[in-house]
Nanobody, 116 residues
Framework: QVKLVESGGGLVQPGGSLRLSCVAS????????MGWYRQSPGKQRELVAD???????QYADFVRGRFTISVDNAKNMVFLQMSNLKPEDTAVYYC??????????WGQGTQVTVSS
């Protein structure tokens, strides 16, 4: 079984910053890519950013220039550095991994609240 655990969420003021972390554990051969998604009440889950094992990245338009995704392949971790946070960034942020010969895996999520 493969498990993802997110951390780093919390309450911040508009314009503030947070760094989210996600670690993969369990038995697997390789992770092809990892990403971050978010979901707020009444809305569908949406892609925030993702990154391949070779380092290629893509970002949603609503976070481009503010968020940065990165990985530590040796530790099977992915990070999301969030800057200039806005109230509309408030959501539960989920880590996702594409695990070779296993499939997609989701974490439990971490709450990010941006409010003054």
């Amino acid at each position: 079984q493969v498990k993802l655990v997110e951390s780093g969420g919390g309450l911040v003021q508009p314009g503030g910053s947070l760094r989210l972390s996600c670690v993969a554990s369990g038995t697997f051969r390789e992770i092809n890519g990892m990403g971050w998604y978010r979901q707020s009440p009444g809305k569908q889950r949406e892609l925030v950013a993702d990154i391949t094992a070779t380092g290629s990245t893509q970002y949603a338009d609503f976070v481009r220039g503010r968020f940065t995704i990165s990985v530590d392949n040796a530790k099977n971790m992915v990070f999301l550095q969030m800057s200039n946070l806005k109230p509309e960034d408030t959501a539960v942020y989920y880590c996702n991994a594409d695990v070779l010969w296993y499939g997609g895996v989701w974490g439990q999520g971490t709450q990010v609240t941006v409010s003054s």
